[in-house]
């Protein structure tokens, strides 16, 4: 308020001068608070490991131990330090709270934000770096890795299957998933068979992969069948087949295990939303004399599309990623192979990780369209 | 609605049936598994895990003692001993050719081509009688056809747990998983409540980074980490993973963390500040408890992601015992194991059954957390 006469053009230059103490006090704090916490963890395990014998458990144990410790000691720590550099007491009250609140959210935010930074924000323009650059990532190779993709073979055969990949299992997942939610939201044992249908998520995908394996097992003409699927077309007097290994078909062989595992997840979230439904929509078809069929096709799915929706790129995102299953089964051989397992084959057996990271951008470039419909949906709902 | 249905028994019943057809389809895979884990590894070999039940046929092709070996008995050369290496079965057909190799019924006398007879008796037993001392060292090939009672054994566990480093895995799994879920609960849940409760420049901006960052495929991030872990020195490490999974599980962490703490009664929080409480109190004392279902909903979802993850532990972790965590043993069993099914079957039974327990007892907060996750947001 004294300041009443100064010029617009100096008041704003005060304003980028605080916020700049602002913002290097808030990165100050932020530094001390990680820097003595981890330093004192570091002490810390060093310390039993001194006076413990070196059990691995214990180690392991006193690691997880001290690692939440300073977690918990940086949040503690740093608003400590905020609260000694502005105490909330003393001539400026007023005014150090003011400052105290513009800092704090950063304190609370910090790790998170160098994480994310690190770990995701940070990898993706390194990925843009590393695709112009050779099997090292030294030398500067201009746009030769994508030269490389567009003529590439196994790149081809990996998104074909990878497009096959995207518009099955969404699909059948979803499907599956919304029969499944419809039925069993009618029967008296509909919870029991919900949680049956949806334990398939909680099985790795490797897991489901030996699982789906020993199913589609394959043993000589004449022999017993021990896979569940030969037994079955032998016993209607087909020809045991190795499933797996038959060319484009297996693809689909494959895509079987995902659907297996999405089912109940689509399930959950459709059985939800159909129970959102409001009750006089309903009653009023039955008092028009619709069908069961007909409620459900003409009065419910269309109220759900939304769910729908979010369901089916949910899916296709993972989709989009799928690895494990394809790795563990095939290993990408007899025309199986996707995107995302042939950019492990070129980070690890290749060992070209600018091949590699051309890959990974490729997967990122179709991702971005759900994820720009994901932000707009989401700021939607903020506002 | 139910009311409509119960007015139709035969939809009822085809309700029902429709159930039933897709809760077996989707149990029997894992069942199978389970079933064949606890099988004889003979007996997994040739027959299905549905006839686990019931005596399986079983042909054999067994070889004698040497002739050499034969001991005189009157006139003739006797060989004795029984056809069943281990264990016991009963014969129904046996044979002396290749060709024919159930010709004859236990206690027939079957000729054999070079010379002599031989009988298989019912319970195994063979006798092989020569007129002739006879010299050969290589044992008389028998063929059998056995029935053999159905055997459950907990032996295949006992391989994988011990020889086959599974129960080493195992340890090392759960070393990676628990400060893994942990770490990124508690830093999510502190931005949760900033962008919820706090007020401060750029909220909304960070908000829709943290909504884009949801779907950034994980493929991305391998390479550029795994150079920058190499460059900083940490290389093939636990706190590498711990925090490659922190990174990777933050932002649904945050995402569910803050739709769920920005519906907390916004009175509560006001009055507690009203009182003179600070936000750091105010997250400990009142926010963080009141949280629980969410906190709980989002650890489920990362304990299972990590458990269940291959990808990450294989590029952050190294191939050795002291690190190779439980799926990558069972890819690595795959491999080289492919046909053993008693050592796959076995294993993979191992490695879903913490996250199914997981599962089906805080089942209540995974649904809770999905539906948050998708149903509002997405």
């Excluded at chain 1, 935010?109 to 995701?120: C, D, E, F, N, S």
């Excluded at chain 1, 484009?248 to 494959?254: A, V």
């Excluded at chain 2, 093939?236 to 945050?254: C, D, E, M, R, V």
Aim: net charge neutral; charged share 15%.
């Amino acid at each position: 308020m004294a300041v009443s006469t100064t010029t617009a053009p100096s008041a704003a230059a005060s304003d980028l001068g605080s916020l700049l103490t602002t913002a290097l006090l808030t990165l100050f704090i932020m530094a001390v608070g990680i820097i003595v916490s981890v330093v004192f963890a570091v002490g810390a395990y060093g310390l039993v490991m001194l006076i413990l014998p070196a059990y691995k458990l214990i180690g392991a144990v006193a690691v997880m131990i001290l690692g939440v410790a300073a977690c918990f000691g940086y949040y503690w720590g740093s608003n400590r330090l905020l609260d000694t550099i502005y105490p909330a007491y003393g001539a400026n009250i007023g005014a150090n709270i003011t400052k105290a609140n513009a800092i704090r959210p950063w304190l609370f935010l910090g790790p998170a934000v160098v994480i994310l930074t690190i770990y995701l924000v940070y990898p993706v323009f390194n990925s843009v770096w590393l695709s112009f650059h050779g099997p090292a990532g030294r030398n500067w190779i201009g746009a030769s890795n994508y030269q490389w993709l567009a003529g590439d073979g196994g790149f081809r055969e990996s998104m074909r299957n990878n497009i096959l990949w995207l518009f099955v299992v969404p699909a059948a997942a979803t499907f599956f998933g919304l029969i499944a939610a419809a039925l069993t939201d009618r029967i008296a044992w509909g919870n029991v068979a919900k949680s049956l249908i949806f334990m398939p998520m909680a099985i790795s995908f490797v897991g489901a992969s030996v699982i789906w394996k020993f199913i589609y097992d394959y043993r000589p003409e004449g022999s017993d069948q021990i896979g569940v699927l030969n037994a079955v077309v032998t016993f209607f007097g087909g020809d045991p087949q190795a499933w797996i290994t038959v060319p484009f078909w297996n693809n689909f062989f494959l895509m079987v295990v995902l659907i297996w595992i999405q089912t109940g997840f689509a399930m959950v979230i459709l059985s939800a939303a159909l129970r959102g439904i409001p009750e006089e929509t309903i009653e009023a078809a039955i008092i028009d004399g619709a069908s069961p069929f007909q409620i459900f096709y003409k009065i419910k799915v269309p109220q759900i599309w939304g769910t729908i929706a979010v369901v089916w790129t949910t899916i296709t995102i993972l989709v989009l990623k799928i690895f494990d299953i394809v790795l563990a089964m095939t290993n990408g051989q007899w025309g199986t192979q996707v995107l995302a397992n042939y950019m492990f084959d070129w980070m690890f057996r290749g060992l070209d990780f600018g091949r590699a990271s051309t890959i990974a951008l490729v997967i990122m470039v179709l991702v971005v369209p759900i994820m720009i419909w994901n932000i707009r949906e989401a700021r939607k709902d903020v506002r | 609605m139910s009311t409509v249905v119960g007015q139709r028994p035969a939809l009822t019943w085809a309700v029902n049936l429709a159930v039933l057809l897709l809760v077996v389809i989707w149990t029997v895979p894992t069942f199978g598994i389970l079933v064949s884990s606890l099988r004889d590894k003979d007996q997994i070999a040739v027959s299905g895990w549905w006839t686990a039940l019931f005596p399986s046929e079983q042909n054999i092709v067994a070889r004698t003692a040497p002739p050499a070996e034969a001991e005189r008995e009157g006139d003739n050369w006797v060989l004795r001993g029984n056809v069943f290496e281990s264990g016991s079965g009963r014969i129904s057909a046996f044979g002396v050719s290749i060709q024919q190799p159930s010709e004859f019924e236990p206690g027939e006398v079957a000729e054999m081509r070079g010379g002599g007879t031989a009988t298989v008796e019912e319970n195994g037993d063979y006798v092989v009688t020569y007129s002739e001392q006879p010299e050969d060292t290589r044992g008389e090939r028998i063929f059998v056809t056995a029935r053999e009672a159905p055997k459950f054994t907990l032996a295949n566990y006992r391989t994988v747990l011990l020889s086959e480093g599974i129960g080493q895995s195992f340890i090392n799994t759960l070393t990676v998983t628990i400060p893994a879920t942990v770490i990124p609960i508690l830093i999510a849940a502190y931005a949760a409540y900033a962008l919820s409760w706090m007020q401060f420049p750029g909220r909304a901006l960070l908000l829709a980074v943290i909504v884009g960052l949801l779907v950034v495929p994980l493929q991305m991030s391998l390479i550029p980490l795994l150079r920058l872990y190499n460059d900083v020195g940490i290389g093939k490490s636990y706190i590498g993973i711990w925090l490659a999974h922190t990174g990777f599980g933050l932002p649904l962490a945050i995402y569910l963390l803050r739709n769920y703490i920005s519906g907390l009664p916004r009175e509560i929080i006001e009055s507690a500040k009203v009182d003179g409480a600070s936000d750091f109190e105010i997250f400990r004392k009142i926010v963080l408890p009141l949280s629980f279902p969410a906190l709980a909903s989002f650890a489920i979802f990362q304990f299972l992601w990590v458990w269940n993850d291959l990808l990450v532990a294989t590029v952050f972790l190294g191939n050795n015992e002291e690190q190779l965590v439980m799926t990558g043993r069972l890819r690595e069993l795959l491999g080289s194991r492919g046909g053993n099914w008693e050592i796959l079957t076995a294993s993979a039974f191992v490695a879903i059954i913490v996250p199914i327990v997981v599962f089906f007892t805080l089942q209540r907060y995974l649904v809770r957390g999905l539906l948050a996750g998708s149903v509002k947001g997405g």
